[in-house]
């Protein structure tokens, strides 16, 4: 009995260890290595890299295992990527970047590594949302305070016409708008509008 009892324990056990391997789908193009990274297995992120696996691989919808590691909120997984090299604005199926899915998901940490390591503020899907649309929508104020200090844009348009600002009135969130307005925030016409466009109101250090 004592035997059957230590066999189970250590058949458990080689499970746990080589669960992020077992639980990668291989129909959507995901490896060990994605799938280590979007639960935060930092120890298998390594272990997979120092054996080869490519760090920028690309599951079918073009998601890398940094950008599951941003979705996710994982901040130690994210800084050995990015020391690893990953491609730190690669976009997947949707024109998402790492930046943008921590954004999405409120992960200020992971924002603030991103940003520190060269993670373009201003990147923005197909639909125009962006990492400071996504943290107004979220009344995330201390990341939309991370993205402005490194040159985010305060006055972007989505393909809805929606600004920062605009969102923001909406929702009715008094310290973004004060924050915003601070700030020169405006609400630039639609591309097709008819009024002067006004000159939108960037960060600190713009980047395009």
Do not use: W
């Not at 940094?66 to 199926?93: C, E, F, M, R």
């Not at 305070?145 to 989505?158: D, H, I, P, R």
């Not at 466009?197 to 960060?203: A, E, I, L, M, Y």
């Amino acid at each position: 009995m004592t035997r059957a009892v230590l066999f189970i324990f250590f058949l458990l056990a080689a499970l746990c260890q080589t669960g992020t391997a077992l639980s990668a789908d291989p129909a959507a193009g995901e490896t060990a290595l994605h799938a280590a990274a979007r639960s935060g297995d930092i120890e298998t992120v390594r272990s997979l890299l120092e054996k080869g696996s490519p760090v920028d691989v690309r599951t079918k919808h073009l998601e890398t295992p940094l950008l599951l590691a941003a979705a996710n909120g994982h901040a130690k997984t994210v800084s050995l990527l990015i020391d690893k090299l990953a491609g730190i604005d690669i976009t997947d199926y949707e024109g998402r970047t790492p930046l943008i899915v921590a954004a999405q998901n409120s992960h200020l940490e992971t924002v603030v590594i991103l940003l520190d390591n060269g993670a373009n503020p201003n990147a923005n899907m197909g639909s125009g949302e962006s990492p400071m649309i996504f943290a107004v929508k979220n009344g995330r104020l201390e990341i939309m305070k991370a993205l402005y200090e490194m040159g985010a844009n305060l006055s972007t348009l989505n393909k809805d016409g929606e600004s920062p600002l605009s969102i923001a009135r909406k929702q009715g969130n008094k310290d973004v708008i004060a924050f915003l307005e601070k700030n020169n925030a405006r609400i630039p016409p639609p591309p097709t509008g008819e009024k002067p466009n006004d000159s939108p109101s960037h960060g600190k250090e713009a980047k395009e």
